[in-house]
Structures are given as structure tokens and as C-alpha cells.
């Protein structure tokens, strides 16, 4: 039965969501504070008053829910749950920009400005929406971060409400998150909405993972309980008889990062062994970091520690805020587990973020001391030269998750760099001016290539060279989104030089020929020359990598490359084959909601083979490409461009043939290899293209390239593989 609406019973379920909303606050909330609130909790009211959601609940729910995130989950005070309640005032009913600054100032008029989408689009089809969006949204990280942290609110409520919304927009919605918001909750130090986000963008993009995990979490949630308990009453023993006052939680590891393990690991749900952590969480007696340590021996008194798993996030916090000391230690029946170790400031910074960051910093919470915390955010993002929508939001996504090293500078100053980053980085973290004038570095007090991966404990001196340059090959060794952007800025600026001169040249060339250097020819000429853009075509000729004779040669051909140009459009635009067409005798992909027969190829990335989950992506140039749905590229496109991916369905079973390869390992007994080619060759329709299998004692291990017809009959060979006598693994990589 749907929704049915009770105009009674929905006002007053709206009056209790607004109270528990004031009674949630994390902050201290004045009457002025509550004033404000209310101001905007009767506009965000009367706004919406004739929208609904898509379950059918009245719409103002959602902006309620939002204020409540932004109020409880983030710590945020009033000026931001105001502005989270009339979030989509402005995008959605009659009310201006201008309206919210008349009626509550400027500041708030600018948060709700930044949280508007954009309305007004390029017709261009090389940009993607999305992406625009992400980049308006991620660019007011130089005016007010709260955008940014109600926005992620906004998706956090989107994202747990997401099952009323169709099957595509799930997928759409929720490759987005895991591509961007996720991403942005971890680096904001929003632990709990990231896990949960990360669980959710799960849920809806590989839906049969993420219940699989989910059942076997429930099946074993008695054994888990009973071993954290067992293993805590030995702790907590310890603990009391020195006095400390502290709590013991078990926490099941999520979902998305349980399947992350079993991808990165290759392994089952049932070899992940670290399956939960273990949480205590103190009182400081006296001296907060000591008490720490002390906690950390008491627990490894008890169960032995692993040394190479000890993170010590106290002596040097995270660039989020986070404080913690992480260790594994070998608990009961022979089981890894982690113990984190944190105060209960600690805790709190690392459940609220920011708000709790400055609370314990500053006495209060202040949201005016974003402006430091969030610097090296802010750095992503100042003089990015590119135009593109999708490299800008990859750049910025960088270093969300990257770990972090600690590097010295000559004078003892630390600094923090993602792990990976080169010494040319460490130059750019200083100062711009530095990186690109870099001409060496001296790691350790020794002269090292710019392209040396830097280690914690290293000390750099970076030399300079008003002649220096950036080069593009700078580009393929640094991995900081700032260097990035400035090499690339850098660069922009030449190429602009460069390309003035080439079309200055072009144009001078094309009417010696008697050729008008006309926006159709010169988009022609693009084509011909297999470029992008005619920046591109000038950059090229001002370097002189299209010469005289390339130039005279494409006017010689205009006329017919054109003429063949336009043939093979129309063609393409006429692929679709009407259903009676369609040969069943082959497996087929049928594209859309009409199920229209169009030509595809596969990707390289995936290599599907029929029977696959799959989807349909529209190329500029390459027509359509079928990824499979847990492709690693998946989440970027269907983020990106969710306007460019089309529902594919396969249809029949076919003849054709169509190359897998198998990694096998297992024991090494007499007989294992003739009943795996027995099983292979035993299989109608199924050959064997290549294999390799080689010994390590009592082990073997190898890999089997088969032709196969389809999913199905793959899948039937993999069960039968596994149940010869000696494998242990059997999984198709290729």
C-alpha cells in the first residue's frame, strides 16, 4: 500500500521533527540562535508546502532531516541549521537569492547561493552536469566550507532515503556518493557519515555484494558479540585495577570496506580475519597522551602485539584532526584484532569533526577557525587553468584518502604529504614559486632526481633556479593535487603563447592555399588530424608537429574526407535494427529502455564476456562501450557522466567464442593437472588457449586461458574446477 496523506497527522509529525531538531544540537543553542532557526524553519515551511517527496511524504521532511544532521551528526550552530532547512528553497519554489538576503543576510544568503545548483548548462556535450555541480560546490570551499558540510548532509538524508527513487537514479545517485561525497566526509573527519555513505553507495551500485555481506555480518553477530565480550572482561580487569574510568565498544567493520578487503586480498568473506575493532575509550586521569600509552601497554600485557601494525596517531595527529593509537594483537583462539585507543576528546573529534575540533581547541565551537583547518583543501583549488569540469573534481579527489608520511624541512619544520609523493611535491607544498622553480633536491643531505618517492623521517632542501621551467614530464611523477594544478597552470600559460602563434601561422598557410580558415574548416581540419579542439590545432602548428606538407595534404582531401565524414555519421546515427532483425542465434546486447539493437564494442578495462552485468557507455569517438558494473571505472562514469550510460540487457545464449583467463592454485598432488584439463576439455564448446602451471614445493599455482561461449557455461567450469581434488582457488582474472 503507498503512502497515504493525513494533513493532520503530517503537521504534527512536523512539529516533532522540528523540536527533536533543537533538542539534538550539538552546540549550545541561545534564544536569538532559536529565533533564527525558527524564522527559517516557518519560511522552509510555507516554501514547500505543495511538494512532495517521492515516497509521498510531505517534502519539508527532508530539509528538517538535513538541519538535524548538520545540528547533531556535524556540531554545526545556527546559522548553518538555518541555512540546511531552506537548502532548496531557491532551486525548488519562487524565493530568490536576493529574497534570502533580504530576509536573513548576507551570510546565509551566500551558503544557500553555494548549495543551488547550477541552472544554466553549456550545450557542450563534452561537459558533464555533474561534474559541474561538483566543481560549483567544491569551488566555495574559498568562501564558506558549510557548504560543503551541509551538502554532504543533503546526501547523507538523500542517500538513506534512496530506495522510493527509480532503479537508474539509485545507481546514478549512489555512484556519485562513493565518488565524491564519501570521499569528502573521510578527508572533513566525518567518520560516521563516510562509513555509512560507503555502506549505502554499496547497497545500490552492486546490490548482491553488498546483501551477501550483510546476511553473513547477521549470522555471525551472536559468535562476534560473545568474543568481544571475552576478550574485553580481560581488559577491563587490567584497567579498573589502575584506576581509569572508560569504555569498551565493539565495532563490526562496515560493508563497503569488509568487500574492499575481500577485492584488494582476493579473498572470501570468511578469510577476512579482522572482521571487527575493538574501542577503548577513556577518561584522562592526568596526562592525556601518557594515559594513552599506559592503556596500550595494559592491553598488549595481555594479548601479543603485531610491532609492524602499531599507528600512533597522538604524537602525530592527522591533517583531519584525528588522535587515536591504532594496534593489532593476537586476541583469543588465534584471531588478529585491532584496539583503538582514544580519549573521549578524541572520540568526539573523530565522530563530529570539526565542531568538536574547535570546541576542545578553542573552548567552544567557532566556525570562523575553518579557514585554517581546511588550508590545504583550499590549496586544491586556487588557480586551477582547467577547463574540464571531470579532470578538475579528479584532482581535487586526489588525496581525500591518501595516507599520509611526515617530512622535515632543513629547519626541523614537519610537514604532511600523501603517501607517494615525490620530493618536487615537498616543493610545491612550500610554495608555488619554489616547485616551479625547483631545478634539485637534497633528501637526507644527498642530491636525489625530483621523481624520489619521499619516506616519513625524510629531511629535504629544495634549490631553485630563476631559469627553471616546469615540464610536462613533471606531470607523470607528482601526485598532489597543488602540484598538479600549478604544473599544469604553468604549462597552460606556454601553450597559450604557443597556439596564438600557430594561429597566426595556420591562417596565413590556408589562404596561401587559397583555403578560407572558416569555423567549419578549421573543425574539419580537427578531425582530420584526430585532435580535440582547435586549441589543439594551433598548439600543434605553432611547434611545428603539423607541417606545410600535412597542411596542403588535408586541403587536397577536404572535399572527399568531409564527404566520407558525413556518410559514416549518418550511419552510425542509423544503427538501430528493428527486433525481427535481431539474430538470436548469437548472444546479444539490447541497449536502452526500448531494448534498441545498437553496435557496441567491450571495454578493454573489464573485458565482459556475455552473461556479465554490464552497461552501455556513448564515447565522443569510439561509439559505445560496454563495461561490466563493478568495472573500477564504473563509479567515475555513471558519477560523471550519468548522461552518457545506457541499460544494457543480454538476450539468448550464443555460439560465439570469447577468451578467459583463470588463476588455479592449490596442492601440488599427483594426478591435479590431468583433471583439470579432463574437466576443461570435457566441456562442449569450451578449448584451451594457453596454460601455465609451475610447482613451489607442495604448492602449485598458474593460469588457464580458455575460450568459453558464455557466463554460464564459465560458471559451470569454475564449480567443477573447485571441486577437483588438491584446488584451492579458482577466479577469473581476464
Not at 139 to 160: P, S, W
Not at 232 to 243: D, E, T, V
Not at 512 to 518: D, G, R, V
Not at 617 to 637: D, R, Y
Amino acid at each position: 500500500m503507498g503512502y497515504v496523506v493525513d494533513t493532520e497527522k503530517e503537521n504534527k509529525e512536523i512539529t516533532r521533527r522540528y523540536k527533536d531538531l533543537l533538542k539534538d544540537s550539538y552546540q549550545h543553542l541561545s534564544d536569538d540562535d532559536k529565533k533564527l532557526i525558527r524564522k527559517a524553519f516557518d519560511i522552509a515551511v510555507e516554501a514547500h508546502s505543495e511538494q512532495r517527496r517521492k515516497s509521498g511524504e510531505p517534502y519539508i521532511y527532508h530539509p528538517i532531516a538535513v538541519a538535524k544532521i548538520v545540528a547533531s551528526e556535524i556540531g554545526l550552530g545556527a546559522v548553518s541549521i538555518a541555512a540546511a532547512l531552506l537548502h532548496d528553497v531557491v532551486e525548488d519554489t519562487d524565493y530568490t537569492i536576493e529574497d534570502m538576503e533580504r530576509l536573513f543576510g548576507d551570510k546565509i544568503a551566500k551558503i544557500v547561493n553555494g548549495l543551488t545548483k547550477i541552472s544554466r548548462m553549456s550545450k557542450d556535450q563534452m561537459v558533464s552536469i555533474q561534474a559541474e555541480n561538483f566543481r560549483k560546490m567544491l569551488l566555495t570551499l574559498n568562501d564558506d566550507v558549510r557548504v560543503i558540510l551541509i551538502k554532504i548532509a543533503d546526501r547523507f538524508h538523500n542517500m538513506q532515503t534512496l530506495g522510493s527513487m527509480p532503479a537508474i537514479k539509485q545507481v546514478r545517485i549512489a555512484s556519485e556518493t562513493l565518488y565524491i561525497y564519501a570521499p569528502l566526509a573521510h578527508r572533513l573527519g566525518l567518520f560516521n557519515i563516510k562509513t555509512e555513505l560507503e555502506d549505502l553507495g554499496l547497497k545500490y551500485t552492486e546490490p548482491e555484494v553488498y546483501k551477501d555481506i550483510e546476511t553473513k555480518i547477521i549470522e555471525n553477530k551472536d559468535n562476534q558479540t560473545d568474543y568481544i565480550e571475552n576478550f574485553s572482561s580481560r581488559i577491563s580487569q587490567s584497567l579498573k585495577s589502575q584506576g581509569f574510568n572508560f569504555e569498551i565498544k565493539g565495532r563490526t567493520k562496515s560493508i563497503f570496506s569488509i568487500r574492499k578487503k575481500m577485492r584488494s586480498q582476493g579473498v572470501r568473506y570468511e578469510e577476512v580475519y579482522d572482521k571487527f575493532a575493538i574501542r577503548i575509550i577513556y577518561e584522562p586521569k592526568e596526562d592525556e597522551k601518557f594515559d594513552a600509552w599506559k592503556i596500550y601497554s595494559i592491553v598488549t600485557d595481555n594479548f601479543r602485539p603485531n610491532p609492524s601494525r602499531l599507528r600512533d596517531w597522538i604524537s602525530q595527529p592527522k591533517t583531519t584532526g584525528y588522535e587515536a593509537l591504532h594496534i593489532t594483537v593476537m586476541g583469543p583462539e588465534g584471531r588478529w584484532v585491532e584496539v583503538q585507543i582514544r580519549s573521549k576528546r578524541m572520540n568526539e573529534i573523530a565522530e563530529k569533526g570539526y565542531a568538536a575540533h574547535f570546541k576542545y581547541k578553542q573552548g567552544n565551537v567557532t566556525e570562523s577557525g575553518l579557514e585554517d583547518w581546511l588550508n590545504r583543501l583550499k590549496d586544491t583549488l586556487e588557480n586551477h587553468s582547467t577547463n574540464n569540469a571531470v579532470d578538475f573534481v579528479e584532482d581535487f579527489k586526489l588525496n581525500l584518502y591518501a595516507k599520509e608520511i611526515y617530512v622535515f624541512t632543513p629547519k626541523g619544520d614537519i610537514k604532511s604529504l600523501p603517501k607517494g609523493s615525490s620530493a618536487l611535491d615537498f616543493a610545491f607544498s612550500v610554495h608555488t614559486d619554489i616547485g616551479l622553480k625547483c631545478r634539485g633536491v637534497k633528501v637526507n643531505g644527498k642530491l636525489t632526481p625530483l621523481d624520489r618517492v619521499l619516506n616519513s623521517g625524510d629531511q629535504v632542501e629544495v634549490m631553485t633556479s630563476e631559469n627553471q621551467k616546469p615540464s610536462e614530464r613533471w606531470l607523470t611523477f607528482v601526485v598532489t593535487a597543488r602540484a598538479r594544478a600549478r604544473i599544469r597552470a604553468a604549462l597552460k600559460e606556454e601553450e597559450k603563447r604557443v597556439a596564438e602563434e600557430g594561429r597566426e601561422i595556420l591562417k596565413r598557410k590556408l589562404k596561401h592555399l587559397k583555403f578560407e580558415p572558416t569555423d567549419k574548416n578549421l573543425g574539419a581540419m580537427v578531425s582530420y588530424f584526430k585532435l580535440k579542439t582547435t586549441f589543439d590545432l594551433f598548439y600543434r602548428v605553432g611547434v611545428g608537429t603539423i607541417d606545410n606538407t600535412q597542411i596542403r595534404n588535408f586541403v587536397n582531401q577536404r572535399t572527399s574526407t568531409f564527404a566520407k565524414l558525413f556518410r559514416r555519421t549518418k550511419q552510425d546515427s542509423s544503427k538501430v535494427v528493428k527486433k525481427e532483425e535481431v539474430n538470436t542465434n548469437y548472444d546479444t546486447l539490447l541497449f536502452g529502455n526500448d531494448n534498441e539493437k545498437l553496435e557496441y564494442s567491450f571495454a578493454k578495462c573489464c573485458t565482459p564476456i556475455p552473461g556479465d552485468k554490464v552497461f552501455g557507455f556513448i564515447t565522443i569517438n569510439e561509439g559505445i562501450k560496454v563495461h561490466k558494473n563493478n568495472c573500477p571505472n564504473a563509479i567515475s562514469l555513471q558519477s560523471n557522466y550519468g548522461y552518457r550510460v545506457l541499460k544494457a540487457t543480454w538476450v539468448d545464449s550464443t555460439k560465439q567464442e570469447y577468451k578467459v583467463t583463470l588463476s588455479i592454485k592449490g596442492e601440488d598432488e599427483q594426478g591435479v593437472l590431468g583433471n583439470i584439463t579432463k574437466i576443461i576439455t570435457n566441456n562442449n564448446h569450451i578449448n584451451i588457449n594457453n596454460i601455465n602451471i609451475s610447482g613451489d614445493g607442495s604448492l602449485f599455482h598458474g593460469k588457464v586461458t580458455i575460450t568459453v561461449p558464455n557466463k554460464t557455461k564459465l560458471s559451470k567450469v569454475i564449480n567443477q574446477l573447485n571441486g577437483v581434488k588438491g584446488v584451492k582457488q579458482v577466479k577469473r582474472i581476464i
